[in-house]
């Protein structure tokens, strides 16, 4: 059943009316009718069951028929933000589309050392709504609680500052694999408790440079190694996910 | 370091001829001239560093200098398979190279029931060349010791018959995570040694049917639940690959 995000606490006033796009998207993508069943997600996270109660010229109207019976949370019990030196091309939107999938709670783009990528001011507003429209449509597809945010750090120095207050953050440093540093990433997770939260940062295409890890390990971000493999910029932060999933979701 | 994998093993006679698309990305794109290193994959996995040692218009030779120091293997300890039903448009590529990238042994795709993309026969093996051209160049710039191999299964039965040698066997279903199954892959990783295989299938967009599965489940596939929320069909194997990473490269 399709899942759709509500910005407004819909519950005193019935029935309302679903905003533009998701009338669009249940009625003329997906065919809905009257009567024609959809999850919506409250501001509080709480999921209702919801049915189409009319459609007409003004829009199509929604009626909430109660809270889903298993509304259990599809939330990792660790909220894990990612931080990506800015990508080249289409990267940023496979990202977010992926990482939103995969549990992310926030996703900050900044600019890095070796950054090709430019988002310039003028540009910045708007390449960031379409990524939080990504992050919206992936989070309704995938069945999330929340929708995460979408931002922009200017430099490696704001990242530190604004995430400091986050309780770990890790590196996922291409020299580190080839170190062979394997062990930090599970003490992290092993180190972490339900409601803690963890910021994994990655470097663009060209890397990070051993100043901007040396600056980062000055602020008690640990470097972590992910594996043997060298993983492309837009596949680490996908694996991090996916193992922070593995481990916090299903190995317990 | 840019890897290349070699199709002959060249040991005795050197310098060698590097073939024309090594040649092409080593001299045209990356620009390397007489001298520039490299790391060569010999067919039986073993990794030699070797140098540029002519460039003219007959193509381009190399000289292995000797094998890697540490020529540790980049493979999983467990050989990890993926069968996909057969997915659209672009999906294909991408997960064959993040699945190379990740550590896949093999992809199959297969024709399911849901499976909205044909490969008729015409145009498939043209179609698995370009795969297997992508997988290769996915070995090579993430450091893999051996190419994945990519191939096609014409249907459930077929698949399941051409890899019933496989150790263990799962089968990743979005109604398994509705359920709430959470224990199965990490109850199946623990059972894996060394040396042992694992197949994972997945459905294509539209999901497997309850046939399906009922279908694998007599042939001894383990139904398995990848989390919480929903993924896609590209990004679940994603998913299996990164978890089994995790499990037995860096948790251990």
């Given amino acids: 059943m399709q899942r759709y995000f509500l910005t407004t606490k819909q519950l005193i006033k019935q029935p309302f009316y679903l905003d533009e796009q998701t009338a669009h998207h249940l009625v003329t993508v997906l065919r809905a009718e009257v009567g024609t069943q959809a999850e919506f997600v409250q501001p509080d996270q709480l999921v209702y069951l919801g049915h189409v109660s009319s459609i007409n010229q003004d829009g199509a109207q929604a009626v909430l028929d109660g809270p889903l019976a298993k509304s259990s949370s599809s939330e990792l019990p660790v909220s894990v933000s990612i931080a990506c030196g800015l990508p080249k091309g289409e990267k940023a939107q496979l990202i977010v589309q992926k990482a939103t999938e995969l549990g992310v709670h926030e996703v900050i783009f900044f600019t890095s050392q070796r950054s090709i990528a430019k988002w310039p001011?003028?540009?910045?507003?708007?390449?960031?709504?379409?990524?939080?429209?990504?992050?919206?449509?992936?989070?309704?597809?995938?069945?999330?609680?929340?929708?995460?945010?979408?931002?922009?750090?200017?430099?490696?120095?704001?990242?530190?500052?604004?995430?400091?207050?986050?309780?770990?953050?890790?590196?996922?440093?291409?020299?580190?694999?080839?170190?062979?540093?394997?062990?930090q990433l599970a003490a992290t997770f092993s180190e972490l408790q339900s409601g803690d939260s963890l910021l994994a940062i990655f470097g663009p295409e060209g890397g990070l440079t051993s100043?901007?890890?040396?600056?980062?390990?000055?602020?008690?971000?640990?470097?972590?190694?992910?594996?043997?493999?060298?993983?492309?910029?837009?596949?680490?932060?996908?694996?991090?996910?996916?193992?922070?999933?593995?481990?916090?979701?299903?190995?317990?």
Same sequence: chains 1, 2.
């Avoid at 999330?144 to 440093?173: C, F, G, Q």
């Avoid at 492309?232 to 193992?243: G, H, I, N, S, V």
């Fill in 211 to 252: 100043d901007e890890v040396a600056q980062m390990q000055q602020k008690q971000v640990i470097v972590a190694g992910l594996g043997p493999r060298i993983l492309r910029t837009e596949t680490a932060p996908l694996y991090l996910l996916a193992a922070a999933s593995y481990y916090f979701e299903l190995e317990d």
């Fill in 121 to 183: 001011a003028a540009k910045r507003a708007r390449k960031l709504e379409r990524l939080q429209q990504i992050a919206q449509n992936a989070a309704e597809q995938s069945h999330r609680n929340i929708v995460p945010v979408i931002s922009y750090s200017k430099s490696l120095s704001s990242l530190l500052d604004e995430t400091d207050k986050i309780t770990r953050r890790v590196v996922a440093w291409e020299e580190a694999a080839k170190q062979n540093e394997k062990s």
